[in-house]
């Protein structure tokens, strides 16, 4: 066995250093790895926490063939990451993951070694009170997929200690935080058992949500009692319409009340549900849905009743459906419809390749599109981004050529100079493209150098 690059290679190795046992050599990979004292820039955080997972993934190897040490290991190299948790800009929450990982690792090892659950209950619950850095946020949800019985139900039990323990809102300055926080787990927990009885009565000790009822729901319909499922999808439904706010966890609940329903033998029911979501909320997504439900010979008929009902959608929503289902005509008659501002409403990622695929066959509204994402820019005051406004602007110039309206585009140009006059970053170049005057291109680099010989030559 080797260290290459601090990843540990037992592939191919015939050379085993004896002065130096296997066990030193996985520590050390963890420490060269880590690299403690230097800190890791955001740029080099993606390349330092794939180097890191190599070492991780050389350590869950040997799980099963020596778990009591794999445990050890991954307990050191917990403890490390703590430690080199200041010495990284995890922006992308990368080296968050990796951790959880390793606590997930870290819990498969103590069970295959057998260790006494209670103590690796403790021990997780430990680090998930004393978190300082949010790599055990949420770790609950991960871990539940990983624990065996005995060790899911001493982490319920241990779980289920905090919860009753927690202060009151009397008790705290931060009312029912920690019975808030303590019961989420615990409710996790539960879901992973599917012990509905259980959960149901915790509910009836805490705030009921949407995703209370989902996963009560998903419960019964694991034990195949579809009708205590399609009552509890209901119920959620019920408390999801008394938000305002509108989350995945609303859709998922329709989805599977429309799954029960199928199986229920209530097609027609089932459709009439994919129908309401899609008049409330059109979009490629909801459509989809609704096609899924129609029987065959009759979805030309629902697809022209979908268009028809998308109309009262938002404008973005309707770009994407009509072009996903060739509406073209459709689309267009509703962009010439759309003002100004609306057009500028639209976000880049939706204006602009709606603005390319319609500079051939309509041109005119893509020029408009253009436009608005040009203005989108410069009322923003954006400057590190005139680049991209004037080439927006240069490509709705020729979009209103080609459809022969230079008396929009003058108007266009009128508007510019009068409102946009004093952002000289902008105008200098918005006048060249008004004035078609040639663009200055540096010449290739290299040319630039040999330049300088033909100049001493002379």
Known sequence: M???????????STVTPKTRNQNDLFEQAIEAVLSPGNFISYAAASSFVNDVRDVAVDIEKIIKRRPERAAL????FIGACHEKAEEIDDSTGNFGMLVEDLFLDWIKARQAATHDPDETAKLLLSWMEDDPYGFCHNLDRQVVKVLDRKGLEAFVGQIRVKFESAPSRDETLFPEYARRKWGGVLKTMLAGQRDVEAYIALCERTELNVQDCLAIAKIYQSRRRLEDALTWVERGLAV????KRRSFGDHELHQMQRALLVKMDRPGDALQSAWAEFEEYPSTFTYKELICYVPAKEKKAWHQKAMQASEKGSLTSQIELWFK???IDRLVSCLRKATGQELEDLSHYTAEPLARKLERTHP??????YCALCMRI????KSKYYDAALDNIERAKKCYDK????ADWQSVVADVRQRHFRKKGFMAGFEDIVSTAPKHVEPPFLEQAKARWLKKRK
Do not use: H, P, Q
């Open 403 to 406: 459809a022969g309206l230079n």
């Open 240 to 243: 999801a319409s008394s938000d």
């Open 364 to 369: 005119d509204i893509s020029a408009r599109v």
């Open 73 to 76: 290991l991954l307990e050191t």
């Open 378 to 381: 410069i009322n923003a005051g």
């Open 2 to 12: 080797v260290i290459t690059s601090s990843r540990i290679n037992f592939e191919g």
């Open 325 to 327: 289902n060739k509406e």
